[in-house]
């Protein structure tokens, strides 16, 4: 299937995975290369915890097939793959020391007893643990037992490293600070790493790649520059980052531009391939929603200004359109503010707008998956 | 702040309350202490300081092979217990299946009917199938009566059991088999000593059950002190009860060392 220079390590193939009659997740494929940071995100319920699950060996997949280095592991428990797993609560062993807890992989695997201390100690040095090593996880703060879960795998040597919210319980400053530790890590080491979080600017600021699962689908896997400027789908333009999305019909077409009517207006946008009065999404990103007192040419869309906040070095303004939608644009903070009540003309660099088809056509082009998901509004599946 | 009092203050009158309780709880057996000292053969005055009951005591072929007696099918039934309980502990824990609650609750009636209607209904059985009264049918009895307790503390001890330290040692390299060894046995250690110790107490001085089912050779010691006591308590019977006293203490200042060791590295 690939026959890219980089080596598959980890290759999911139309995983569907079932809770008695509840699917959590949905025809999953993806294939994550050797050495590569991937991270899966998306909301909370999505089935990104299940699907780690399943390449660790604790969850078997209902249909589909799971290779690592190639090789179906469907018949291989969580103690026969090379894989290991940092815990989103860590999971240490309450009654080992930091030293025995490190070391318990190691044992499993009857290394020579002075080849462990060599190894544990070298870990406990790359976590920054020293002097630990007699400590219960019990006297230990979390970021303290998050190293300890870390070096627990990494001591291992495992080709492949799941990390489950490894971070999700440490304070802002502390997140901040092993997030840049992990990625160091990470790359000193070359060791895959197949990461979970929710939180999308840890994805962002860490991942080689993103893979954006919602409702136990992949909505979309890419760099994080990709899914950021070029979100494939309206839930992914929404997730990642801020968006305003405006529903709209194409007009009229040139050679470079398309004419766009909106229900409060008409704006242009440069893109190709669409077909006359096909119904599309416009997602502007809030930096690029730009405002204006004057006419602005090829656009006729006005809002009224409704509130301004401040977030440090810049400046929020939420516009209303007259059918009650709000826009947010953002501003440089030293820039002029535009008084509120005022009606602004709302336009855009029409080559900084993504464009999307419906869901009929573009985003569940399976006509069994959007089957799969009748019964829930349209807004959820978005 | 003159007026600042600690909070907690043991106050005059909350001391004499607990003095009051503790008389009520301990003066009996402090009597029966020092009774077994007493020279008098009657257990009214107190005569002289002597340690010849002790003496007679030992001495006592037939006393002495019912402490045997006690000792082994306490100390069997207990093992016994144990791993069974623990057993069906982590079954009950591990698995879900149909009736999972009903089995469960189950387990509990021996503990709530009253025991002399469980004596009964063992003797009932064992000679419905034709099994005469001996030292087996008196461990499998003290088994029965006394795995429940067992079941009763390591459920509770899993209860707060984290299912994903378990699946560390998996996704570690353990089998099913090691991790139970490494990870689940460890953890659950100190649900298991307690287990362990509530069977071994209730085994030790259990007289009815015992009453039923053991056999003419397999006497355990209370059913032996219940028997002399028929002709009046005598002092080597105060001995023997100082004794046990003092054993069952021993078992529980170990038990409560052993578990505070345990708890403390968790
Ligand atoms: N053992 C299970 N039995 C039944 N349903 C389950 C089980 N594990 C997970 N689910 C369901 O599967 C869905 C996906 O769960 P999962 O834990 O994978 O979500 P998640 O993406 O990790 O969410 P979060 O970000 O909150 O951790 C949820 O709706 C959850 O209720
Ligand atoms: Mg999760």
Same mark, same amino acid.
């Given at each position: ?125 790359l ?7 007699k ?109 305003n ?10 050679d ?19 077909r ?52 947010k ?47 829930m ?6 | ?18 003095? +009051? &309780?503790?008389?009520?709880?301990? *003066?009996?057996? /402090?009597?029966? %202490?020092?009774? !077994?000292?007493?020279t ?26 019912s ?14 217990s ?7 502990a ?25 025991? +002399? &209607?469980?004596?009964?209904?063992? *003797?009932?059985? /064992?000679?419905? %199938?034709?099994v !005469? ?61 307690s ?29 032996? %002190? ?41």
């Amino acid at each position: 299937m690939n026959q890219a220079s980089e080596k598959v390590i980890v290759r999911l193939t139309n995983v569907d995975k079932n809770f008695d009659s509840e699917r959590v997740v949905k025809k999953l494929n993806l294939d994550i290369e050797e050495g590569e940071f991937l991270t899966l995100l998306g909301p909370s319920g999505c089935g990104k915890t299940t699907t780690l699950r399943m390449i660790a060996g604790f969850e078997y997949p209902t249909e589909g097939q799971i290779f690592l280095e190639g090789e179906d592991v469907d018949d291989k428990k969580p103690n026969e793959r090379n894989v290991n797993t940092v815990f989103q609560n860590y999971a240490l062993f309450p009654h080992m020391n930091v030293f025995d807890n490190i070391a318990f992989g190691l044992v499993e695997k009857k290394v020579k007893k002075e080849e462990i201390q060599r190894r544990v100690e070298e870990m406990i040095k790359l976590v920054q643990l020293d002097g630990m090593e007699k400590r219960m996880p019990s006297q230990m703060s979390g970021g303290q037992k998050q190293r300890v879960a870390i070096a627990r795998a990494l001591v291992n040597r495992p080709k492949v490293l799941l990390l489950d919210e490894p971070l999700g319980a440490l304070d802002l400053k502390l997140r901040k600070q092993m997030q840049g530790e992990l990625k160091h890590l990470q790359r000193q080491l070359g060791i895959t790493f197949i990461y979970v979080t929710h939180d999308q600017e840890e994805a962002l600021t860490m991942s080689d790649r993103i893979a954006i699962m919602n409702h136990g689908y992949l909505e979309q896997v890419g760099t994080p520059e990709e899914v950021y400027n070029h979100p494939k789908t309206k839930f992914v333009a929404d997730f990642i980052g801020e968006s305003n999305i405006i529903e709209g019909y194409i007009e009229n077409m040139t050679d470079n531009s398309i004419e766009v009517t909106m229900e409060s207006g008409k704006a242009v946008i440069a893109e190709k391939g669409y077909r006359l009065e096909e119904i599309i999404y416009l997602c502007v990103r809030p930096e690029n929603l730009k405002l204006s007192t004057d006419p602005v040419k090829g656009f006729r869309f006005r809002g009224q200004v409704r509130e301004h906040v401040f977030i440090g070095s810049i400046n929020k303004t939420m516009i209303e359109l007259p059918n009650g939608q709000m826009l947010k644009a953002e501003t440089p903070a030293e820039d002029e503010l535009i008084p509120v009540g005022t009606v602004v003309n709302v336009y855009w660099n029409p080559g900084k707008v993504v464009v999307m088809r419906t869901k009929e056509e573009q985003i569940y082009n399976v006509i069994e998956q959007s089957v799969e998901i009748e019964g829930m509004t349209n807004d959820q599946i978005f | 702040m003159k007026k600042r009092r600690k909070v907690r203050e043991f106050k005059p009158y909350s001391m004499f309350y607990a003095c +009051l &309780v503790y008389l009520f709880l301990y *003066l009996p057996i /402090f009597v029966v %202490i020092a009774f !077994s000292f007493n020279t008098s053969k009657i257990n009214i005055t107190f005569e002289g300081f002597t340690f010849e009951w002790y003496w007679k005591m030992f001495e006592n072929r037939q006393l002495m092979q019912s402490f045997g007696n006690t000792v082994i099918v306490a100390a069997v039934s207990t093992v016994f217990s144990v791993i069974i309980g623990t057993l069906c502990a982590l079954g009950l824990y591990k698995f879900e299946f149909k009736l999972k609650n009903l089995i469960s609750s189950s387990l509990y009636i021996p503990i709530v009917i009253p025991e +002399l &209607v469980f004596a009964i209904a063992l *003797l009932i059985f /064992f000679t419905s %199938i034709h099994v !005469s009264m001996s030292m087996v049918t008196l461990i499998i009895a003290h088994v029965t009566f006394s795995m429940p307790f067992v079941v009763i503390t390591v459920r509770a001890r899993l209860a707060g059991f984290d299912k994903s330290i378990e699946e560390a040692a998996r996704d570690l390299g353990a089998n099913e088999f090691r991790t139970f060894m490494r990870v689940t046995l460890p953890m659950i250690s100190p649900g298991v000593i307690s287990g362990g110790m509530l069977a071994l107490t209730m085994s030790l001085d259990d007289v009815v059950v015992s009453f039923f089912t053991a056999g003419p050779e397999s006497t355990t010691l209370p059913l032996k %002190i219940l028997g002399m006591v028929r002709k009046g308590v005598s002092p080597d019977v105060n001995a023997l009860s100082t004794l046990m006293i003092f054993g069952t203490i021993v078992i529980l200042l170990t038990s409560t060392l052993i578990q505070g060791r345990l708890e403390k590295r968790m």
